[in-house]
Every structure is written in C-alpha cells, then in structure tokens.
C-alpha cells in the first residue's frame, strides 16, 4: 500500500462512505471465527490506519469499526497499552465480542486488578454489547470462585437492549471447549454457519455430557428479555424453557439452543411462535419427561410450519420417543440438515418398540425424499446396518442427514431400510457401507439393500468398506448389473478397512469379488488398504490380503 503522505495513492480518490463500508467489511470477525488461519478484523484496522493521516482519521474516529471487532484471543496477547486504545476507540459504540477456548488466568481471573478480568469488563459494558461469543475454560478451582463472583451473576440480572446475540459457555477443558465451538451452528444471516464434523467425538459418558459445568441461573436472569435477541445458546444455565414464553422474544429467536429439562409440549408451543427460527439444537442434558403414553395422549391438530428452519441438532438423543415427536410435527425448509443421534449401546430389550420404529421409518421416508433441495453435486453417505446408521453428508456446504440408533432389533433394520426414498441418492460420489457381523442371517442382503446399491451405484466413485461388509455389498448385487455394466460402473477407487477383524476366507471372498469386479468396464484404479495408525503393518490378515492382490495394478497400503 502507498505510505507516502505526499504523494497521491488511488486509495485516497475513493468516497469517505465507500472506504467506511469497505472498513466495516474488514472490521467483521467472521473469517476468523471460523478459521485459525484468517486475519483478526483489529489487526486489520490497525494496519489500514497506519497507511496514511487521511485513512488514519477515518478510521480511528469510527468507534463501530473497533466495537465490531473485540477478538480476546487477540487482545489478551497485547500489552495493556494497547487493549486500553482499543477499548477506548469503541466509544460508546455497540460491541460485538469474541473469544475462544479463554482461560480465566490469561485475564487476570487471579490478579488482584479487577480491570483486566474479562467479567469485569462485561460488567462494565453489559448494555453496549451487541453480540457476545466466548467459549471459556476453567479449572474446578476457579471455576468454584466464578459461581462466587457477585459481579458476574449481577451483571446477568441486568436488561441488554442491545443484545442480539448470546453464546456462552464454560467448559472443563480447551478440548471440550473447540468441540462445542465446531458444533454451534449459526443462522447465515448472523453468522457463517460452521461445518458439521464427525459424530465420533459426542460419543462420551452421558454423566459428563460435553464437559459442561452446570451454573444454576439467578430467576432475575435478564438474557431473554432483550426484544432483539436472536440467538441463544448457553449450555451452563438452566433455564425454565417458560422464559421464552415473552412473544416479542421469540417472534424475533433466529437460533435456540435448550440445554435445560422440558416438557415436549412446551417445547412444540416455543417452536410455533418463533416464525424467523433458523437453527434449533437440542442437547442430551434437554431430559424430555413426556412419557410414550402422555405423547401418544396429546396429539396436535396439524404441523407447525417453520419455514426458516434449516438446522436441527438432536445429539444424544435418549427419550427417542420424545424427539421423534418433535420431528413429526414440524415441517422444516431444509430437511437435509438433520442430526439426530441416539448411539448409545445397550440390550436390545430397551430398543425402540414398534411405534417408534414406524415414526423413525415415516421420518426417514420424509426426510430424504426431498431430493430437489440438495443444493451440492456430491455427497457422501454411511450405511451400517447394526448399530443403524444413515448418513449422507453435502460436499462443500456443511450440511448433513445423520440419523443414528445405535440399540435396535435386527428385524427393525430393515423396517428403516425398506423407508428410503430413492431420488436423494443420485448425487452421492463416495458410500461407507458397513453390516454387523450377526446380520448375515438376515434377508438384509436381499432386494432392499440392492435396490438401494441400484438407485446409488451409477454415481459413486469411491466406495470404503470391510472385507465383511464388501462381501456382502457386491454378493446382493443380481447378476443382471455385471451383465449390463451397472455395478458401480463410474468407481475408481475401493477402500478396504478393518481388514485385522477379517478371516482368510473372508479376503478370499474380497478377492473373488474383486475380480470379478475388475473384469468389467471400466477398471478400478484403485485399491487402498485402509490401516489404522494403532494396527501393526505385520497384521497375518494385512499380509495375506497384499499377497493375494499384489498382481492388482494400483495397489496401496495407506494409514488412516
């Protein structure tokens, strides 16, 4: 850029209202929410006004520009010099405030200068914050004197009339605390909306769910009076869902994270009148008391037509019965934008019963015959046949249908199964396919499962499997898709996992197949075998498999 004062840059012929739009752009933290790697908007700024006096004086006489800006990931890392210059260029401008994974101790939590404690800033510019983000880590200890600290829990008693945005939580560890990060999802008129990653990490202990310290909120709570409020999601405080019973609140709620125990009817009435909802994220600690019985007892007249909604979260999901419920009756914009996660292993004697398993088919069937709204031309999908798993994931924008029942009857798989509504396939590039061991007795390989590799199979390039699985992938083909050339006529690559789980006459079969499959057109030119990085490369399956498909042409033995 042109330092010279003297001399004319063309940066200075540009109008003073389009430079402060184009600084307004920059100001914005979105880039750096959702990547380490972006630049922080306040350095940005600080760059930009050292440029020349002309810029200098727009810039650091616009106090929005600097209040849409207070990153504390970057702040704490600068000398106390420069966080005052910051904070005090904000004049009375409305904050916008990030932060990440903070521990307390980087704020002085245990410094006896109150002015560098995050809370005590809060504190002291409650009613000016527009949109607050921070995810913090506390160790017991500390976290013991944040329920103590008097200036905290007043400040939440306080109304913010600005306040647009409420995201908060306090996590046991910076690991738990990126998770929740990777896993809050924002409407995209707010925020850009953060990609949906594995479901192997909500695998965890339900009497600890995601690390959450529970705060017991004051019942002068003031977060939900706030007329322009639009996002909540506050994992620490438990909440009486009747809080959002104020209709100017809920007229206005874009995102709604419940953490806090409800009544599935209470829930369903905060559901109709929030019209403008667009993210709706119900976690594990949400206990849905309504029973089978009383859900069955209390039908409602008709859907409730969310027409915004186009994320909705169920991790965890224990009442099954409950949150089918909710599903059932709302009617979302995008149904292909859906976790629902009920993973959780036990005996089959607490599986769902049969009206269950009718609600999840009729949710599967709804749910995925929507093919017209994918908006992405590739996806990727899982199907494991017990514990059931169906997940098809949209390459390039982050979104999903997961839905996951990990106690079910083997007889019921194939009740979901047979609820596939085929046109949401045809877009799919890669399929993990994986079918327990105990199902081999089951007609699970008969014309359902190759109905569903028929509708598939034209797209996908890339397929990952067991050696088990893959065997039964390509058995339930009928002998009409080799002779036509419909078998997976555009793959390229095969991924083989799990091969230390497999015998010999499985990779004899694997290899069978495979030759048979390598004989059509066109020839797959590629063959990973997939090894974990605990696996040992010396695995007797490992060696016996790369024996047998050492004259294979693109072979590799690749970690995973």
């Known amino acids: ?26 100001a914005q933290m ?63 401008a409305s904050l916008d405030i990030y932060g990440e994974a903070l521990s307390l101790s980087c704020f002085g939590f245990e410094d006896p200068n109150p002015e560098d404690d995050v809370f005590s800033f809060l504190a002291s510019n409650w009613t000016r914050i527009r949109s607050l983000h921070l995810s913090i880590v506390c160790c017991p200890r ?11 829990l007043a400040t939440f008693r306080v109304p913010s009339t600005r306040m647009q945005s409420f995201v908060l939580s306090v996590h046991a560890s910076e690991a738990d605390a990126m998770f929740w990060k990777y896993r809050e999802s924002l409407p995209n008129a707010l925020a850009t909306t953060y990609p949906i990653d594995s479901l192997t990490m909500e695998r965890r202990s339900l009497e600890k769910p995601y690390g959450f310290p529970i705060i017991f909120s004051p019942m002068e709570f003031q977060i939900l009076a706030s007329s322009n409020l639009a996002v909540y999601a506050a994992p620490n405080f438990v909440l009486d869902i009747r809080s959002f019973s ?120 709804m749910y995925t015959k ?43 798989v194939m009740v979901l199964c047979r609820a596939f509504n085929m ?19 089951l007609d699970v390989t008969s014309y359902q499962i190759a109905r569903t590799i028929h509708a598939i199979s034209p797209t996908v390039k890339t397929l990952a499997s067991s050696p088990r699985s893959l065997i039964s992938l390509l058995s339930s083909l009928p002998d009409e898709f080799y002779e036509d050339g419909l078998a997976f006529r555009n793959l ?48 007797p399956q490992l060696l016996m498999l790369k024996d047998m498909l050492k004259d294979i042409r693109g072979l590799h033995v690749v970690r995973v």
Not at 277 to 287: F, M, P, R, V
Not at 389 to 407: M, P, S, W
Not at 510 to 538: G, H, T, W, Y
């Open 1 to 26: 850029m042109q330092t010279d004062t003297q001399s004319p840059s063309p940066i200075n012929k540009l109008d003073e209202t389009l430079l402060h739009h184009i600084f307004t752009v920059n």
């Open 30 to 92: 979105d880039d750096e929410i959702t990547s380490h790697t972006a630049p922080r908007a306040l350095d940005t700024l600080r760059h930009l006004s050292q440029v020349n006096s002309w810029l200098r004086g727009i810039i650091i006489y616009s106090p929005s520009l600097w209040g849409s800006s207070i990153n504390f990931n970057g702040l704490h890392c600068s000398n106390v010099k420069w966080r005052c210059e910051v904070l005090r260029r904000t004049g009375g």
């Open 142 to 152: 500390l976290f013991s004197r944040l329920l103590r600290n008097q200036s905290l």
């Open 246 to 365: 104020t209709s100017r609140l809920r007229s206005n709620l874009r995102a709604l994270t419940i953490t806090t125990s409800a009544l599935v009817h209470e829930i369903l009435d905060v559901l109709e009148s929030t019209p403008l909802l667009e993210s709706l994220h119900i976690y594990n600690l949400a206990q849905l008391h309504d029973s089978h019985e009383e859900i069955q007892r209390s039908p409602r007249k008709q859907k409730i037509d969310l027409h915004h909604l186009t994320s909705i979260y169920f991790p965890h999901v224990i009442e099954i019965s409950a949150y089918t419920f909710i599903l059932l009756n709302i009617t979302p914009a995008d149904m292909h934008n859906l976790i629902f996660s009920a993973c959780e292993t036990h005996s089959t004697s607490n599986a769902p019963d049969t009206d269950v398993i009718s609600n999840l088919a009729h949710i599967i069937s």
């Open 370 to 412: 929507q093919s017209h709204q994918w908006l992405s031309s590739a996806a990727e999908m899982t199907l494991c046949m017990l514990p059931f798993e169906l997940d098809i994931q949209l390459t390039g924008n982050g979104r999903a249908f997961v839905l996951e029942i990990g106690c079910i009857r083997r007889e019921d």
């Open 423 to 441: 046109p949401v396939f045809d877009r799919i590039e890669k399929v993990k396919y994986y079918m327990d061991e105990s199902l081999t007795a």
């Open 492 to 539: 390229w690559q095969i991924d083989i996992h799990e091969v230390d789980c497999a015998t010999a006459h499985d990779l004899i079969t694997v290899r069978q197949l495979l030759e048979k499959r390598i004989a059509e057109s066109p020839p797959i030119f590629a063959i990973n075998i997939a090894i974990e990085e605990k696996q040992s490369m010396d695995c």
